[in-house]
């Protein structure tokens, strides 16, 4: 009966059993969007602030002329020695034209670093730093793990470029000449996705040493490697104007202006480095005067440097006989300079490990940052108490990179690189709007039906879309009708963005003409992302889905942005105290 003692009971449990399965499940999905959607309160921070816990912070030992060598030294590399013959043989002597089309998207990218960069000087993290702060937790975890991919994936490469180029240069010396395996510094291809190479890990460990030893030995070791690549590479333009031939340069764009765009989007990832100024916040002397000067001085450096190459393979030898592999040496050894084709070799061995090294020392700073904000776990944000150095993330980094340059044919992961590039360029172009609207909390029109903010997001979403749809005419040879379409829109969601939002300037470095230089700078962004290779969009998809995993099963019980945050230190060299 239903008023029995025995029905009461039995009704109360049934109700005890279901509703907390739908509580805890309800639970789990509000707890996961409310921490996914928290931002991190960073404030601007001053460059006298201290951290109390003054073992666990990094050293502020790097001067305006070292953010500029690892500018300098993240950028060029053996693309300077290479990649500028390759696009050549294509876009022809217009192959000029596509660098200053890249350098120029670049610039827009590097304004919008610079501005961020000044306005949080104060801890490591770059992109994902400005993504956390401007947008959300998830966003940053996105940004971070895509980038994150596009660096192993490269330092792996450029392992076993450099010691490609080593094997070359001892077997200069007679004694080893045609005495070297493949497996040692070549690679050795066992079953098509693998590839055996012993040097490449050697270099690696070394170089992981350097920067586990501190950050004054390893900024050492990249000025030294920098600044003898960059002398190379002057000596080669000085000495390869002489032989430069004008008619070489006629006709100047042999396959039309598309080539020299299409030129442009592959020469774009040659100057991608500059970003890595702006993640050595925290050891630089005074970042909020250094770090923009940094990150655009590189970056104009490597424009001229890579104009100035061009100019001269392009005039010394036709176009069309340009070598694939090699072809600055081969333009000078077809003028009987053999001696410099050898420079050459010695310029791409510096390039390429000033590269790698920059590159590992990025990575650890990343995962430094994500340890602290307890995104990953806390051994990540381990300092050394006497070197100051992210020991454990560097070390991690390095074996991550070991593993990949010893065992994996390097070259099949290639055609998924440069996604995390142009995707944390994006984001970080909109964390500039978005910080500078966020200022102000009045509006020039207001808006009932949705917030200020959402509007905002909505118009940069679509700006991107638009890009992307534009990207992707081009690519299939679509009527312009279509791509002219996409600008107009993008054109009108930019306007918006100037007409309905109030902008405030932010102190430090500004970057000029926002929302619009931001808005092109995105626009540009995803254009050249669907220009990429059909494997790069497909692990865009599934990286972020397995990042979205990790974080929904511990990145959202372990992150405390706020404690962290509270941490932020400094620390001077001894030098600068002193004085």
């Not at 730093?129 to 994936?153: C, K, R």
């Not at 070394?206 to 900024?219: A, K, N, Y």
């Not at 002398?231 to 764009?253: H, K, M, Q, R, Y």
């Amino acid at each position: 009966m239903p008023g029995s003692p025995l029905f009461v009971p039995i009704r109360m449990r049934d109700e005890q059993s279901s509703v907390p399965t739908l509580s805890t499940s309800s639970s789990r999905f509000s707890h996961f969007w409310s921490s996914a959607l928290r931002s991190k309160p960073l404030s601007p921070v001053s460059e006298t602030s201290v951290r109390t816990n003054s073992g666990e912070g990094l050293v502020r030992r790097l001067s305006l002329f070292d953010l500029l060598l690892i500018g300098i030294g993240a950028s060029i590399g053996a693309g300077i020695f290479v990649v500028t013959g390759t696009v050549a043989k294509d876009a022809g002597p217009g192959v000029t034209i596509s660098f200053i089309i890249a350098g120029g998207c670049c610039v827009l990218n590097a304004l919008c670093y610079a501005e961020l960069a000044s306005r949080f000087p104060a801890v490591v993290g770059g992109a994902y730093l400005y993504t956390y702060s401007a947008f959300n937790e998830l966003t940053a975890f996105l940004v971070f793990s895509q980038l994150m991919l596009d660096y192993h994936i490269g330092a792996a490469s450029i392992a076993r470029s450099l010691a490609s180029y080593v094997v070359s240069l001892l077997e200069l010396i007679p004694l080893f000449k045609d005495n070297i395996p493949d497996w040692f510094g070549h690679g050795h291809e066992v079953l098509g996705a693998l590839s055996i190479n012993l040097l490449a890990p050697i270099l690696l460990v070394l170089l992981t040493i350097v920067l586990c030893r501190g950050v004054g030995e390893s900024s050492v070791l990249n000025s030294i490697m920098t600044v003898t690549k960059v002398i190379i590479v002057l000596f080669v333009i000085i000495i390869g104007a002489f032989e430069v031939d004008v008619s070489n340069w006629t006709p100047f764009a042999p396959n039309g202006a598309k080539s020299i765009l299409t030129g442009a989007t592959v020469v774009f990832f040659a100057y991608v480095g500059f970003d890595a100024v702006a993640n050595s916040a925290e050891e630089s002397k005074r970042p909020q005067r250094d770090l923009p000067l940094g990150i655009i001085g590189s970056l104009l450096i490597c424009i001229v440097l890579y104009v100035g190459v061009c100019l001269v393979i392009t005039g010394m030898v036709p176009y069309k006989f340009l070598g694939e592999d090699a072809p600055l040496a081969e333009a000078f050894t077809s003028k009987g300079l053999k001696y410099v084709s050898v420079l050459i070799s010695f310029g791409a061995v510096a390039g390429l490990t000033t590269t790698l090294l920059v590159g590992l020392y990025v990575q650890s700073r990343l995962y430094l940052g994500l340890g602290r904000d307890g995104l990953l776990p806390a051994i990540f944000a381990k300092v050394h108490p006497t070197r100051h150095t992210p020991v454990h993330s560097q070390v991690w980094v390095g074996i991550v990179a070991i593993i990949l340059a010893g065992l994996l044919n390097v070259r099949v992961l290639s055609h998924i690189l440069s996604v995390g590039s142009l995707t944390g360029y994006s984001v970080v172009s909109a964390c500039v709007v978005t910080l500078r609207w966020r200022d102000k909390t009045a509006s020039q029109v207001s808006t009932r039906w949705i917030s200020k903010s959402a509007e905002g997001i909505i118009c940069l979403l679509t700006i991107a879309c638009c890009g992307f749809a534009a990207g992707v005419f081009y690519r299939f040879g679509a009527s312009f009708v279509f791509m002219i379409l996409a600008a107009v829109i993008a054109i009108s969601c930019a306007a918006a963005l100037y007409l309905r939002q109030v902008y405030a300037d932010p102190p430090g470095f500004s970057c000029p003409g926002v929302p619009i230089l931001p808005a092109i700078s995105i626009f540009l962004n995803i254009f050249l992302f669907a220009q990429l290779h059909y494997e790069a969009w497909v692990r865009f998809v599934i990286l972020s889905i397995i990042t979205v995993g990790i974080y929904a099963f511990y990145g959202q019980y372990h992150a405390d942005p706020v404690s962290s945050n509270a941490s932020i230190i400094y620390h001077r060299a001894p030098a600068e105290e002193a004085e």
